[in-house]
């Protein structure tokens, strides 16, 4: 990819961001690159998976009565919102995505059309509202994850068996229009009651074509025209969401990057052109489970998240990385080590990854590229040793700097190789970060 091509992606689509609410929401999002997913309700009392124990409740330890009783003892009297909000901001995340209501159907928001909800707890507060209100007070975007398969609902499926007979809802079912009226009322209280949404992020299983996904975007488009949409209810949407893993290659514009299937069609091996790029965005934990679980220790290392931020912003897309509170509404030590500490690495080489988008050269076997405007930055994982030798450059290069104290590196350009000596580049235990100035 020739790199005059990165400095005309945003000139070129300025106009259309100034006439397009959500087209300029998309730059917006795309800039951020870090957000924070929450997912918590009342299954973190047995410290279980949200919903899947009432779907598929073998591997789990726990009855469909046991699960949907939950709520009951639901009381988290130290949930403070302006701490989670605090704590994304330290972490260097420029966004927050809550789960408003999983598939179990439980609304953590105070919807007047469930009485399975937050505020019949002993809680008995609004919670998305508070979160709402906190990230409205500190200026962080936050958006609502909304599931629309609901196993609460008699309209999805028939509520006298089993959530594990029919999980996957019935459509056929004549009660089937109701069950949609009730998602365009839900999600008109969340679009309408909780101020302005970064997002809404659906996650409708399989056949999500039966949600008539056309009708809700047209909904969302004239609530709060600016919203993005995500691609699960059945159409592309804004960007789409594969979870728990990095594409291989960057997602091009009729992509088809499966959510939890990685047999991805539509990848590009090297840097596309601006207009052929697909937005997206991957969601992860940091452990094992979306949810909280007392007894999941199998956390990734905060290199091994940093440098899951750097390869979705070598490939152009976003890293939304997952908390599951405690039943208490605190968010776990373990997790919040891990967050401050990508947090700190961000303060030092942020400009590497914020208002970035993919690098001219992927797959290096030692490191990766993001790249803004005439500059392209190397991050370093693993260093060759003495030269770091760049092949297939293209484009005069006006400097080589460190990120880290900003100091100048010597360089060579030889055609379409560029020579950086690598012993002055300052060493970080994550990833070192050097940027490349172009003329």
Same mark, same amino acid.
């Given at each position: 990819?020739?790199? %005059?091509?990165?400095?005309? #992606? &945003?000139?070129? !689509?300025?106009?259309?961001?100034?006439?397009?609410?959500?087209?300029?929401? !998309?730059?917006?999002?795309?800039?951020?690159? =870090?957000?924070?997913? +929450?997912?918590?309700?009342?299954?973190?009392?047995?410290?279980?998976?949200? @919903?899947?124990?009432?779907?598929?409740?073998?591997?789990?330890?726990?009855?469909?009565?046991?699960?949907?009783?939950?709520?009951?003892?639901?009381?988290?009297?130290? &949930?403070?919102?302006?701490?989670?909000?605090?704590?994304?901001?330290?972490?260097?995340?420029?966004?927050?995505?809550?789960? @408003?209501?999983?598939?179990?159907?439980?609304?953590?928001?105070?919807?007047?059309?469930?009485?399975?909800?937050?505020?019949?707890?002993?809680?008995?507060?609004?919670?998305?509202?508070?979160?709402? *209100?906190?990230?409205?007070?500190?200026?962080?975007?936050?958006?609502?994850?909304?599931?629309?398969?609901?196993?609460?609902?008699?309209?999805?499926?028939? %509520? @006298? $068996?089993?959530?594990?007979?029919?999980?996957?809802?019935?459509?056929?079912?004549?009660?089937?229009?109701?069950?949609?009226?009730?998602?365009? !009322?839900?999600?008109?209280?969340?679009?309408?009651?909780?101020? *302005?949404?970064?997002?809404?992020?659906?996650?409708?299983?399989?056949?999500?074509?039966?949600?008539?996904?056309?009708?809700?975007?047209?909904?969302?488009?004239?609530?709060?025209?600016?919203?993005?949409?995500? /691609?699960? +209810?059945?159409?592309?949407?804004?960007?789409?969401?594969?979870?728990?893993?990095?594409?291989?290659? +960057?997602?091009?514009?009729?992509?088809?990057?499966?959510?939890?299937?990685?047999?991805?069609?539509?990848?590009?091996?090297?840097?596309?052109?601006?207009?052929?790029?697909?937005?997206?965005?991957?969601?992860?934990?940091?452990?094992?489970?979306?949810?909280?679980?007392?007894?999941?220790?199998?956390?990734?290392?905060?290199?091994? #998240?940093?440098?899951?931020?750097?390869?979705?912003?070598?490939?152009?897309? /976003?890293?939304? #990385?997952?908390?599951?509170?405690?039943?208490?509404?605190?968010?776990?030590?373990?997790?919040?080590?891990?967050?401050?500490?990508?947090?700190?690495?961000?303060?030092?080489?942020?400009?590497? +990854?914020?208002?970035?988008? =993919?690098?001219?050269?992927?797959?290096?076997?030692?490191?990766?590229?993001?790249? $803004?405007?005439? %500059?392209?930055?190397?991050?370093?994982?693993?260093?060759?040793?003495?030269?770091?030798?760049? $092949?297939?450059?293209?484009?005069?290069?006006?400097?080589?700097?460190?990120?880290?104290?900003?100091?100048?590196?010597?360089?060579?350009? @030889?055609?379409?190789?560029?020579?950086?000596?690598?012993?002055?580049?300052?060493?970080?235990?994550?990833?070192?970060?050097?940027?490349?100035?172009?003329?």
């Amino acid at each position: 990819m020739k790199l %005059t091509r990165l400095t005309l #992606l &945003f000139p070129a !689509l300025a106009a259309v961001w100034a006439s397009d609410p959500a087209a300029e929401r !998309l730059k917006k999002f795309n800039d951020a690159k =870090f957000g924070m997913f +929450i997912h918590w309700g009342p299954y973190s009392l047995a410290s279980v998976e949200a @919903s899947w124990p009432i779907m598929r409740p073998a591997q789990w330890g726990i009855s469909e009565e046991e699960y949907r009783a939950l709520p009951q003892r639901f009381n988290p009297v130290q &949930f403070d919102p302006r701490a989670w909000v605090r704590l994304a901001r330290d972490a260097g995340q420029r966004y927050m995505v809550f789960t @408003s209501k999983h598939h179990d159907g439980f609304a953590m928001f105070d919807s007047q059309y469930t009485g399975y909800k937050i505020t019949n707890t002993p809680y008995g507060k609004d919670i998305a509202k508070m979160l709402a *209100d906190a990230a409205q007070a500190e200026g962080m975007p936050l958006g609502f994850y909304y599931s629309p398969p609901d196993m609460n609902h008699p309209g999805f499926r028939d %509520t @006298s $068996k089993l959530s594990a007979t029919n999980w996957q809802g019935e459509p056929q079912r004549p009660e089937w229009p109701l069950y949609l009226d009730y998602m365009e !009322l839900q999600l008109t209280e969340l679009l309408t009651r909780y101020g *302005d949404l970064f997002v809404v992020w659906f996650d409708g299983l399989g056949n999500q074509q039966k949600y008539d996904g056309r009708r809700f975007h047209k909904l969302i488009r004239e609530i709060q025209p600016a919203a993005l949409i995500n /691609n699960r +209810i059945g159409l592309t949407g804004d960007y789409v969401t594969p979870e728990q893993r990095l594409p291989k290659g +960057i997602p091009t514009k009729g992509a088809t990057v499966g959510n939890t299937d990685p047999n991805d069609k539509g990848l590009a091996p090297a840097a596309p052109k601006p207009e052929d790029f697909q937005p997206w965005e991957t969601c992860m934990t940091i452990n094992g489970t979306w949810a909280y679980n007392r007894n999941d220790r199998r956390y990734k290392s905060t290199t091994d #998240l940093v440098r899951a931020l750097i390869e979705a912003a070598s490939k152009g897309g /976003n890293f939304l #990385l997952n908390v599951g509170p405690t039943p208490e509404g605190t968010i776990q030590p373990e997790f919040q080590e891990r967050l401050r500490g990508i947090g700190a690495w961000l303060k030092v080489y942020g400009e590497s +990854i914020y208002g970035t988008t =993919f690098g001219p050269l992927q797959e290096l076997g030692w490191g990766r590229t993001t790249a $803004k405007g005439r %500059t392209v930055y190397l991050h370093i994982f693993n260093p060759p040793g003495g030269a770091l030798e760049l $092949k297939g450059w293209s484009g005069r290069v006006a400097r080589v700097r460190a990120l880290k104290g900003g100091e100048a590196l010597p360089f060579t350009q @030889s055609g379409s190789t560029l020579t950086i000596q690598a012993a002055r580049i300052p060493a970080d235990a994550h990833a070192a970060v050097i940027a490349i100035d172009g003329k």
